[in-house]
């Protein structure tokens, strides 16, 4: 287990594996500086992928019994870290409970809150670089390599009946792992949509190609998997073929960043749009800071831009 030591200054966790190669260590305390959070500061606790539950639980309890630990990020571990402490929150927000993660823990009241934030920070990455009426106009498919919880968030914002026909024409999700296709099989049962889905059991990079060369044109085609960042590699193999046009997004920003490298590769020549992770980095951040701190931080307009501007100073992103 973890040591735990309580903490003598407002403090936000990052929950995550690599934490400390982050580029959030060097931009927090330029942020907190920014927006007013006298003395705050930030720390890592890394687990391994999939870790014993009762390191997640000792985690979530010495941040709910310490007066100064006043949240966390909780990345890659969303998933695990729910249903090892779902009974140790006071509130769970809607979103949470559906889609059965944990990517933010607050506290306000004396309660211990658990919150899914993902669907707001990839919605609002998604919708700045896609633009209005995406799929309504390119009529596209959406791909989502990797089922954890950024991709439930994902389809989750990109799925549903009130976008009023602006979704993917069809949804292909991939993993390495049935009961994470069980899981979002199950969140998309409560969803009210119209678009069919289809769930790939991937083992092997040739599944994800494969899927690939079936996407129309423009379609949108994301790492989710972590892969690139967490572990080495990519979830497609050095054959793989984009569709023309499509938009291919990498919620990587740091690390062996392969898959950005295979579509690099062929955007010239198919016309590709590449996106790595740097804005989504943004989104997620500053709304989990926002919740933690009960701060209004902007999700666009000048302020939202000299945060942008700020941590891209402060991190020096691409040596990060």
């Known amino acids: 287990m973890l040591s735990y030591h309580p903490a003598t200054q407002p403090t936000l966790y990052f929950i995550g594996v690599t934490t400390g190669k982050s580029s959030i260590m060097k931009v927090f305390p330029a942020w907190a500086d920014y927006l007013g959070l006298k003395d705050a500061v930030i720390k890592g606790i890394d687990f391994k992928l999939h870790d014993d539950p009762a390191g997640y639980r000792e985690a979530v309890s010495f941040i709910r ?80 390599i990797g089922a954890g919880g950024s991709t439930i968030a994902i389809t989750w914002h990109l799925m549903r009946a009130s976008r009023e026909g602006d979704v993917p024409t069809r949804i292909f999700v991939s993993d390495r792992s049935g009961d994470r296709l069980d899981e979002i099989r199950r969140v998309h049962a409560q969803i009210e949509s119209v678009v069919p889905v289809e769930y790939v059991l991937a083992p092997q990079t040739e599944a994800n190609d494969d899927v690939l060369r079936s996407l129309k044109p423009c379609s949108l085609v994301i790492n989710a998997t972590g892969l690139g960042k967490d572990s080495p590699g990519s979830p497609l193999s050095g054959a793989c073929e984009f569709p023309e046009k499509s938009v291919v997004w990498d919620l990587n920003y740091r690390g062996d960043l392969i898959f950005l490298d295979q579509a690099r590769r062929q955007q010239q020549s198919g016309d590709l749009r590449v996106i790595d992770g740097w804005t989504y980095f943004l989104h997620g951040w500053t709304q989990v800071i926002a919740e933690v701190f009960t701060i209004d931080i902007p999700a666009t307009g000048p302020s939202f831009d000299r945060i942008s501007a700020i941590a891209l100073e402060a991190s020096e992103r691409r040596d990060a």
Do not use: N
């Not at 090892?84 to 004396?110: H, V």
């Open 65 to 144: 019994e310490d007066p100064l630990s006043l949240g966390a990020l909780v990345t890659t571990h969303k998933i695990d870290l729910f249903q090892a402490c779902g009974d140790m929150f006071d509130e769970i927000d809607p979103l949470a409970q559906l889609m059965g993660e944990t990517s933010c823990i607050s506290k306000r009241g004396g309660k211990l809150i658990c919150h899914a934030k993902d669907p707001i920070s990839s919605g609002l990455a998604i919708d700045g670089f896609l633009g209005a009426r995406y799929f309504g106009r390119t009529q596209a498919d959406l791909f989502c």
